[in-house]
């Protein structure tokens, strides 16, 4: 979190071999955040880690009876590293696709604080889909904006390839919380799983 906006560079490539994932660069050119799916395309559980491999956050589908029903629970860790910790049994935020354009892509979904059967009304962020493969903004439950994610673009005009993007978070926003919106989203629209 820091006093000012803040712009990161997300390419949605993986730096292991043969995995699956994305890795986030600071205006510094520095790795702050990385996604590392070792397993296998389309898996149920992912890791958002910071640069020394300390898991942050962990996003596990959930599927219900029809495919396009599926959720996502969003697990915090603890600082402790403790397997067993009750963050990772509770579901810190729970994310629902909202809505869907007329060619099926999603345009729109809800994340709320705790699961969608006990979610308070005051908490929670919408990410809107925008024009673009990967273009969208995130806002609060007030609507204001808390970061906006769009095709990278050079000082010089030239747009870089639709897996590379510019992330703009707000100040005093948690950078890892939206690292993990960004996870769910691109969960959603299956980039890297």
């Known amino acids: 979190m820091t006093s000012k906006r803040e712009t990161f560079t997300v390419w949605m490539k993986s730096l292991v071999f043969h995995g699956n994932?994305?890795?986030?660069?600071?205006?510094?050119?520095?790795?702050?955040?990385?996604?590392?799916?070792?397993?296998?395309?389309?898996?149920?559980?992912?890791?958002?880690?910071?640069?020394?491999?300390?898991?942050?956050?962990?996003?596990?589908?959930?599927?219900?009876?029809?495919?396009?029903?599926?959720?996502?629970?969003?697990?915090?860790?603890?600082?402790?590293?403790?397997?067993?910790?009750?963050?990772?049994r509770t579901p810190w935020f729970q994310a629902r696709k909202k809505s869907r354009s007329i060619l099926g892509r999603d345009t729109a979904?809800?994340?709320?604080?705790?699961?969608?059967?006990?979610?308070?009304?005051?908490?929670?962020?919408?990410?809107?889909?925008?024009?673009?493969?990967?273009?969208f903004k995130i806002t609060d439950s007030r609507g204001q904006l808390v970061a906006e994610v769009k095709q990278k673009q050079l000082s010089s005009g030239v747009m870089l390839g639709d897996d590379v993007l510019t992330m703009v978070v707000e100040a005093q926003i948690d950078h890892s919380l939206v690292m993990a919106l960004v996870t769910v989203y691109g969960l959603m629209r299956e980039r890297f799983e």
């Not at 979904?109 to 273009?135: E, F, P, Q």
Request: overall charge positive; some cysteine; proline content about 1%.
């Open 109 to 135: 979904c809800r994340v709320t604080l705790g699961r969608h059967d006990k979610a308070t009304s005051n908490g929670g962020y919408t990410i809107l889909g925008l024009a673009g493969n990967l273009s």
């Open 21 to 88: 994932g994305c890795t986030v660069f600071d205006t510094n050119g520095e790795i702050v955040y990385r996604i590392d799916n070792y397993e296998k395309i389309r898996s149920n559980e992912v890791y958002l880690m910071d640069l020394k491999g300390k898991v942050l956050f962990s996003i596990r589908r959930k599927k219900v009876i029809l495919p396009f029903f599926s959720y996502w629970d969003i697990y915090k860790w603890s600082c402790c590293g403790c397997k067993e910790n009750k963050e990772r």
